[in-house]
Each structure stands twice: as C-alpha cells, then as structure tokens.
C-alpha cells in the first residue's frame, strides 16, 4: 500500500540536543510538507519541498531544517536553536504543488524534549 | 492572505444527534476547501473536498459539506453521529493567488459524541 512512514511515533530528547525526525513516501508526490501541531493552534508549516533538491521556509522555519536529496524523503531536523520543540510533527505530500489536490498525511511523531 | 476560523474549539453531541462543525474562510479569489478528521496520535485523513461545480458536497463516513459564497463558509453536517467520530476536525483553505496552492488550516474542533 502506498503512504507516508514518519518514525519514531515517540522521540524524547534532552534540552540542547538536535533531533531528526524520518519521513518517507512511496507515493511519487512531487511535493511535500512539514507540519507542527501544537493544542487548539491547528497546523503550522515549517518547511515544504516542491522537488527535489529544492525546498522553502515554511511560517516557522524557525529553529529547524530540512533536505530533500530523495523523491521519496523528507527529514527535517529539530535544532537546539528552537525554543520550544516539544509538539506533534506531520509530514505530508501532495501530487502536483501547483494544484489544488489534497495533501496526503503521515501518523506523526510526537517529540518531547525535556 | 487566505484565513481560516472555525468558531468552537469543542462540540459535544450525543449519540445519533445531528452536528454542524462551522468553519469560515477569508479570501480575495476563488478558493478551494477541505474537511480533514484526525483520530487522536494519528494524521489526518480527507473528509471531503471542494474544488468547484456543486456546492453541497459529499465526504467519507456520512458527512457533507456545503460551501456559501455570500457567507465565505463551508460548514461541515453529519444528520446522526456516532461514537466513532470523536475526533478532531480540521478545515482548510487554499486558493490561487498564493504560492503554491499552500493549505491554510483552522485551529480544529474537537468533535465529543457522548452516548
């Protein structure tokens, strides 16, 4: 079956540590997504790739980092210059990032630092 | 810029009850909108779409949504609910005058069906 594998689903990590964070897609969407989710603020984007080699700050770059050297893969690292890391991270992808369809959703990974 | 409200943070219901989640966008151009459920630790799968043509439009697990024009909504109905749509419900918009067709998404609604 086609999808999106994010892993860990659970990650705890230590103040002051790097983090990176898997997402894999067997797909062959062009495009994909990082998304955090924190309680009642819905999903922020953090960064997004539209082909390979190539991605874009997304509303909260901020304190993070991604590579897209693969199609099919997408980490993104959580640095220890992000303030605040503890939250839920969706990877998503998406056919054609010029169109309108519907993004495609991986089952998260919920990062602790503490 | 594109904007998403959806106006409860929490809907309790119960059990074969109907429901409304209400969700309101703002956007200068022609939109494109999307209902996505999430059970909790999971991600978020697609309820429905609306992309153009008719305006009520259907979803997955007995949901619809009908999108207003006039009052920049897209209000999503199930007529009975059921145990298994505890969930949380996120709306999103996208529209063609931004950058890559992004998705900008409510903050969610937690959906509470209570037997």
């Known amino acids: 079956d086609g999808g999106i594998t994010q892993s860990p689903k659970y990650l705890f990590r230590k103040e002051g540590q790097n983090v990176t964070l898997s997402c894999e897609q067997n797909?062959?969407?062009?495009?994909m997504y990082w998304y955090r989710q924190d309680p009642g603020q819905g999903l922020r984007l953090i960064y997004y790739s539209q082909i390979v080699n190539d991605f874009q700050k997304g509303d909260i770059a901020e304190g993070y980092s991604v590579s897209r050297e693969k199609k099919e893969s997408f980490p993104l690292t959580v640095t220890s210059a992000q303030k605040n890391p503890t939250a839920f991270y969706l990877c998503?992808?998406?056919?054609?990032?010029?169109?309108?369809?519907?993004?495609?959703f991986g089952n998260g990974t919920r990062l602790t630092v503490t | 810029a594109q904007s998403v409200t959806q106006l409860d943070s929490q809907v309790p219901v119960f059990e074969e009850a109907p429901v409304e989640l209400r969700c309101n966008y703002s956007s200068s151009v022609s939109v494109y909108l999307f209902w996505y459920v999430q059970y909790p630790n999971q991600g978020l799968q697609l309820l429905l779409k609306y992309l153009s043509g008719s305006t009520l439009v259907k979803g997955i697990n007995g949901f619809e949504a009908e999108f207003n024009k006039s009052q920049t909504s897209f209000h999503l109905r199930k007529p009975s609910v059921h145990i298994s749509d505890t969930a949380e419900y996120f709306c999103a918009v996208s529209s063609d005058n931004n950058a890559g067709n992004m998705l900008t998404f409510g903050g969610g609604t937690r959906l509470m069906v209570k037997p």
């Open positions: 797909l062959n969407h062009d495009a």
């Open positions: 998503a992808s998406r056919t054609d990032p010029t169109s309108n369809s519907p993004l495609h």
